[in-house]
């Protein structure tokens, strides 16, 4: 088992957060900001974080979703297409 295993994993440690396709979301500034803006979520500092993105996407739907992430509230979770961070890291030094 490796050492990033998380806790709140249903399967075996393996959970979203030690998937390689999760990366970290900021919020930005002038999110929210405009007179007609509908969605109001992720205003502030670009070091604040606001959610998380999962680019399993970027898997299916051809071109069109090739550079697409898709957004989660939580940290943790689990899906069929999880890839451990650290048998990427182990491929990377081979
Ligand atoms: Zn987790």
């Not at 930005?28 to 509908?38: I, M, Y």
């Not at 070091?47 to 898997?59: I, N, T």
């Not at 898709?70 to 990377?92: A, R, S, T, V």
């Amino acid at each position: 088992m490796s050492d990033t295993k998380c806790s709140e994993s249903i399967v075996d440690g393996e959970c979203c957060c030690n998937c390689i396709h999760q990366v970290r979301i900021s919020c930005h500034p002038t999110n929210g900001k405009g007179k007609f803006d509908k969605i109001k979520v992720g205003q502030g500092s670009i070091l604040e974080l606001m959610g998380y993105g999962c680019k399993v996407c970027q898997l299916f739907g051809g071109d069109d979703n090739k550079d697409a992430i898709m957004f989660m509230d939580k940290k943790h979770g689990m899906c069929e297409l999880h890839y451990p961070k650290d048998i990427k890291k182990e491929n990377e030094e081979n």
